[in-house]
């Protein structure tokens, strides 16, 4: 009878062991699950930038193109250019006259390091290893998001150009 006691004894707390342990992971899951809803290659769908007094402005010069690739090691790259930019004339980017080069700065923004998320805050920080605006070098650039199924909005309320960018990214297909 002992020996039956002991068995159903270890049962019962092997059960109850393993339901623990699988809650607690079913408790975690939301923060995973938005991880991994977010890897992938996400392209600019819009971009709207806005400043202090609500008025808005091309930041990179208007009909905005990017990327935005985020892998399952929590690395991420993002390059958004747009009209801003002209051709450099010599065909030499080392050899681009001023108003060349103040051109490309105006209408091209790049970064890459590592990213984080907050499900539950709803925040994606990217943790800047290098940036083409030099400020962000080593800086944790914090964004709003929203995430519902192929379409990720991100908002940056210290924007490289001053106010604020809200950002459209579509999942590339």
């Known amino acids: 009878m002992r020996a039956i006691c002991k068995i159903a004894l270890t049962a019962?707390?092997?059960?109850?062991?393993?339901?623990?342990?699988?809650?607690?992971?079913?408790?975690?899951?939301?923060?995973?699950?938005?991880?991994?809803?977010?890897?992938?290659?996400?392209?600019?769908?819009?971009?709207?930038?806005?400043?202090?007094?609500?008025?808005?402005?091309?930041?990179?010069?208007?009909?905005?193109k990017g990327i935005l690739m985020l892998d399952r090691t929590g690395h991420f790259s993002q390059v958004v250019m747009g009209d801003a930019r002209r051709k450099i004339v010599s065909n030499n980017r080392l050899e681009g006259t001023p108003e060349?080069?103040?051109?490309?700065?105006?209408?091209?923004?790049?970064?890459?390091?590592t990213y984080s998320v907050d499900a539950a805050g709803r925040t994606l920080t990217f943790h800047v290893e290098r940036s083409s605006f030099p400020n962000w070098d080593g800086a944790d650039q914090k964004?709003?998001?929203t995430l519902a199924?192929?379409?990720?909005?991100?908002?940056?309320?210290?924007a490289s150009g001053g106010g604020t960018a809200?950002?459209?990214?579509?999942?590339?297909?």
């Open 100 to 113: 060349e080069n103040k051109s490309i700065v105006a209408g091209t923004l790049a970064l890459y390091g």
């Open 143 to 145: 964004r709003t998001m």
């Open 12 to 64: 019962v707390v092997g059960f109850v062991l393993t339901v623990g342990i699988a809650s607690h992971g079913n408790a975690q899951q939301p923060t995973r699950s938005v991880g991994r809803q977010l890897v992938g290659t996400w392209l600019v769908v819009s971009a709207v930038n806005t400043r202090p007094d609500g008025t808005r402005f091309d930041a990179l010069g208007g009909n905005d």
């Open 149 to 158: 199924g192929d379409e990720l909005k991100l908002s940056n309320a210290g």
């Open 166 to 173: 809200d950002l459209t990214w579509h999942r590339a297909k």
